[in-house]
T-cell receptor, first 114, second 110 residues
Framework: AQSVTQLGSHVSVSEGALVLLRCNYS??????LFWYVQYPNQGLQLLLK??????LVKGINGFEAEFKKSETSFHLTKPSAHMSDAAEYFC????????????FGKGTSLLVTP | NAGVTQTPKFQVLKTGQSMTLQCAQD?????MYWYRQDPGMGLRLIYY???????DKGEVPNGYNVSRLNKREFSLRLESAAPSQTSVYFC?????????FGDGTRLSIL
């Protein structure tokens, strides 16, 4: 079964610092991978997705992620954190035999300090 | 441009009561999903509907039923609510890979 593991339930960075949120995947087939963001009391919004077209994927709000097959990783990065980036971030992989349903990681809460 | 609309936004139930959570999308998407979100657990798939007229179980279907009423609407029913079903419930829809989420229903069962 396809699954993802997010390393670190909480990450704290200073405003202007690099953001790195880690995600490792397990998949028996080439994976379709996603990063979603959730702001308080809202639903999830798609940041970016990997569908095998290119290993470096650029998303919204300055985020990007790199697919590394050798490391089974799909880490999310942003060069310079803004206060508005504080949110919950979820890595997800397309589930097998479930249409386009997703298997989500447990989430990483990003705190940005002044 | 409403997207995915969930009703109600909040609900408190007593153990044993029944309830239906409503979800509607206006994007003409074929697929719809119900997830539950619990602290430290991420989102877990309850049921999904790949197309109008079909429904399938996800990871945690026990205690729930669903109805794909038409292409727009996908409802989730709790027949006899239990405290373990206290959660935030999200409905989503998609044409293919990109899922669009509603703002959630916060459900507490006492």
């Amino acid at each position: 079964a396809q699954s993802v593991t997010q390393l670190g339930s909480h990450v704290s960075v200073s405003e202007g610092a690099l953001v790195l949120l880690r995600c490792n995947y397990s998949s028996s087939v080439p994976p379709y991978l996603f990063w979603y963001v959730q702001y308080p009391n809202q639903g999830l919004q798609l940041l970016l997705k990997y569908t095998s077209a290119a290993t470096l994927v650029k998303g919204i709000n300055g985020f990007e992620a790199e697919f590394k097959k050798s490391e089974t990783s799909f880490h999310l990065t942003k060069p310079s954190a803004h206060m508005s980036d504080a949110a919950e971030y979820f890595c997800a992989v397309r589930a097998s035999n479930s249409g386009y349903a997703l298997n989500f990681g447990k989430g990483t809460s990003l705190l940005v300090t002044p | 441009n409403a997207g995915v609309t969930q009703t109600p936004k909040f609900q408190v139930l007593k153990t044993g009561q029944s309830m239906t959570l409503q979800c509607a999308q206006d994007m003409n998407h074929n697929s719809m999903y119900w997830y539950r979100q619990d602290p430290g657990m991420g989102l877990r798939l309850i049921y999904y509907s790949a197309s109008e007229g079909t429904t399938d179980k996800g990871e945690v279907p026990n205690g729930y039923n669903v109805s794909r009423l038409n292409k727009r609407e996908f409802s989730l029913r709790l027949e006899s609510a239990a405290p373990s079903q206290t959660s935030v419930y999200f409905c989503a829809s998609s044409l293919r890979d990109r899922q669009h989420f509603g703002d959630g229903t916060r459900l507490s069962i006492l």
